[in-house]
């Protein structure tokens, strides 16, 4: 679906943030602690000083004990607002490495962005009232990060339609050949116990295999998840129109600039591949 290729094409250039040097540089000089501090808070900046209970709610497949690691405590060293300018400002200055001219590619990326649907979307919600920055990069980011929670805001709830967990969600990716556990479980905080607990659980549904393999009624969920996602994400598809082929004509080139950078490392947790 061309939601789907909407989505290959975007989240390379939004994931820029989590790998490159400059924003980890930022969160240190904002006054953050490591990595996964900087990460939570920068990437929750939007919503204010949320707490650990809705945090670990809206990014679901984070084990609950590792965002309660760094929030609130994240909101005693740097404010949302101080975050979120630093942010905003070292993506502007990683994506100069790779970009030039992103006017036109900008624009339809708005006009994607400013068709979004909100209701039961709250990430991509808070980076919508996000006010544009002057940067032409870090205005481009901001609008493939309004897209990219809007994607995901609702591939949560077609998770949770389906009666999947945040780890159980995960390990149908993982099921499908997508990931694999080493890619996933030191990023996302599970103990083996717990991640062993969610594979049982997806067994017992006919879920998965004695190898962790999708059966054949994983790869139907599976695939269900994923077409009610796109169908969840087609808003912005829709109000461009004709106008989204050029928007991929852009976008795949400066995504494949990326990651073949090596700023956004293949293979990711994200499970970002090359458009």
Known sequence: MTARRLWAAVEPLHAVVYFAPETAE?????????????YFAGRLAPLGPIGPEPATAMLFGFAPAMVARALPDAWSFASP?????????????????VADDVSE?????????EACEFGGRPLAAAWAA????????????????ILREHRGDGHVLAAVHAGLGGLETT???????????????????WSDPQWDAAVDRLRTRGTLDAD????????????????????????PVTALGADVERLLQLAVPLARAVLDSGVVPVPNPMGVTRP
Do not use: F, N
């Not at 930022?26 to 900087?38: I, S």
């Not at 590619?105 to 962005?113: E, K, T």
């Not at 940067?135 to 990060?145: N, Q």
């Not at 997508?178 to 479980?185: E, K, L, S, T």
């Open 26 to 38: 930022a969160a240190k000089a904002a006054g953050l602690r490591g990595y996964w501090m900087g």
């Open 81 to 97: 607002a101080a975050v979120l300018g630093s942010r905003l400002e070292a993506v502007g200055s990683a994506l100069r490495a």
């Open 105 to 113: 590619l900008s624009a339809l990326l708005w006009r994607a962005a």
């Open 130 to 145: 996000v006010p544009k920055p002057a940067d032409p990069l870090s205005r481009l980011w901001l609008a493939t990060t």
């Open 171 to 189: 390990l149908t990716h993982i099921g499908d050949g997508v990931i694999g556990r080493a890619d996933v479980q030191p990023h996302r905080g």
């Open 212 to 235: 962790g393999r999708l059966t054949d009624a994983g790869r139907e969920l599976r695939h269900r998840l994923e077409d009610d996602t796109d169908r969840l994400a087609a808003a």
